[in-house]
């Protein structure tokens, strides 16, 4: 099963990163997704497996300079029940309550459910609303040298993401949202917990007066990676929302969404989801 | 095979010191290296809670989790719920209740449903409804077990 030459548990983030410079690592979080990987013959560890939970530099959730920061360890129970999120970005809280059971969200990590990239990977939805970006550091010319990308340009595939091999993600930032800022998530299942995501959608914005800006929407489990849904965010930009915008919205989310046909649903039920999903969600956007 | 680190925490009130593969997880070495069988081990991949533990408090599923990752952490097991021979309230309520059958989802599910009412003693039956989402029993229906939780809710424990 495996061959694992070299297990480290770095304190320090520096140090976490220089081993990453060796190469050969495999990185370990919450391990919730790693270990039925491996257990599944999915994947194989490397020489070095290195465990960062006691890296507490990547701990924590903090509000600096009108930007929030969530740190790569912060597990989805601790996002649910913080402060800062509940205020200012409850959006990430609805998702977290469609997440899995109490045991899982006590263990799974952001930055976990980040690099596994799954196209199903249900906290990048509200993260991509949000507008995200995740910090990637590595250690270069012997110093730590750290990078912003948006989360929207962060994957490429399945699995797949534009993180180098020696980089770790550290965090993920996004600035507070305006107080006009309303955020829905919608994750399909009769009851979403413990279930894979057959299609998620989320969608925000400032909605004042009647009129949506400013808005991102999102969707997951539709295509290769979680995406941003760009036709369906030029058809509501600035919009008075009202039945016809609305229309147009489902409209403009078919063009947006590339589901595949596949063991838990095929290519027409994703397609009729993401189509009442955007609908409910505006219509809540409207009653908000 | 792979290296094997040191490892120390507390198991149940006890400190362990034991040498551990490092890429065992924690319900394997519960169950084989330390021989406590209460924590069940069912699908190995996170979606039945028998395996539910205490980590520091809260409840994760040993499963999944890397024993190397235990290093200076509490562990609570069913076996660490009641004092010697003397069963522990929740556990006395599951009994009372007629909520257990087989019995093996029992010793996750129980741990799940004290760390509930510990963490919220004013549980209500829709909380721990979905507190015990992640915990699946073949046998009871859940009716009574729901029974059992709510019995012990406003009592001290
Ligand atoms: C029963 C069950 C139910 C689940 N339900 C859901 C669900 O409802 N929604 C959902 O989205 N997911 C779900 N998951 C998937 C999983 O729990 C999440 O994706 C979780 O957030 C992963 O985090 P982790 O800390 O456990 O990751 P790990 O397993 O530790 O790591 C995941 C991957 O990311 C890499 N990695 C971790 N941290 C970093 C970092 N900081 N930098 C670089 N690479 C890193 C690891 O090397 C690994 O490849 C479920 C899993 C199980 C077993
Ligand atoms: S055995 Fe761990 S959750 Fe099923
Ligand atoms: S009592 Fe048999 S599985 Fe729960």
């Known amino acids: 099963m495996s061959e694992i030459e070299k297990y480290i548990a770095p304190t320090k983030l520096a140090e976490a990163v220089k081993v990453l410079s060796g190469g050969g690592v495999t990185i370990v979080a919450g391990g919730t997704d790693l270990t039925p990987q491996i257990n599944e013959g999915k994947r194989r560890y490397e020489a070095t497996l290195m465990n960062i939970q006691r890296v507490q530099e990547l701990k924590g959730i903090s509000l600096e ?62 993260l991509l609303v ?155 956007v409207c009653q908000n | 095979m792979s290296v094997k680190t040191e490892l120390e925490f507390i198991l149940n009130g006890r400190p362990v010191n034991i040498e551990v593969p490092v890429h065992m997880t924690v319900l394997a070495l519960l169950r084989e290296s330390l021989d406590l069988k209460g924590t069940k081990y069912a699908c190995g991949e996170g979606e039945c809670g028998a395996c539910t533990i205490e980590v520091d408090g809260t409840t994760i599923n040993s499963c999944l989790m890397m024993a190397v990752d235990l290093q200076g952490r509490e562990v609570m097991t069913i076996e660490g719920l009641g004092k010697g021979n003397a069963l522990h309230p929740m556990q006395q309520a599951f009994v009372d209740h007629g909520a257990v059958q087989c019995g093996f989802c029992m010793p996750g599910m129980i741990i799940q449903a ?18 015990l989402e992640g915990n699946v029993c073949r046998c009871t229906g859940y009716t009574k077990v729901l029974d059992a939780v709510a019995s012990v809710v406003g009592l001290k424990i």
């Open chain 2, 114 to 131: 004290n760390n509930l009412v510990k963490k919220n003693p004013d549980l209500s039956r829709e909380e721990m409804k979905r507190g």
């Open chain 1, 130 to 284: 949000l507008g995200a970006s995740v910090e990637l550091a590595r250690w270069k010319e012997g110093k730590m040298e750290i990078r912003r990308e948006p989360l929207n340009h962060f994957f490429k595939a399945p699995g797949k993401t534009i993180r180098l091999d020696n980089e770790l993600l550290t965090a993920v930032v996004f600035d507070k949202p305006s107080v006009d800022f309303v955020g829905q998530f919608r994750k399909s299942g009769p009851r979403p917990a413990l279930e894979i995501s057959t299609v998620t959608v989320g969608i925000g914005g400032d909605y004042n007066d009647g009129k949506f800006e400013n808005v991102r929407v999102a969707f997951g489990a539709v295509g290769p990676t979680p995406l941003r849904a760009a036709a369906t965010e030029q058809a509501l930009e600035g919009k008075t929302l009202n039945d016809d915008v609305i229309q147009a919205a489902v409209v403009a989310a078919w063009q947006d969404a590339r589901p595949i046909d596949d063991i838990r649903a095929t290519t027409w039920y994703r397609n009729h989801l993401i189509g009442i999903f955007t609908e409910e969600l505006l219509n809540n």
């Open chain 1, 65 to 126: 300079e009108g930007e929030i920061r969530i740190g790569c360890l912060a597990t989805v129970s601790e996002i649910w029940h913080n402060d800062i999120i509940a205020e200012c970005a409850p959006i990430l809280c609805d998702t977290a309550n469609c997440f899995a059971s109490d045991q899982i969200r006590n263990a799974a990590t952001i930055g976990g459910n980040i690099c596994n990239a799954s196209p199903a990977g249900d906290m990048i939805i509200p």
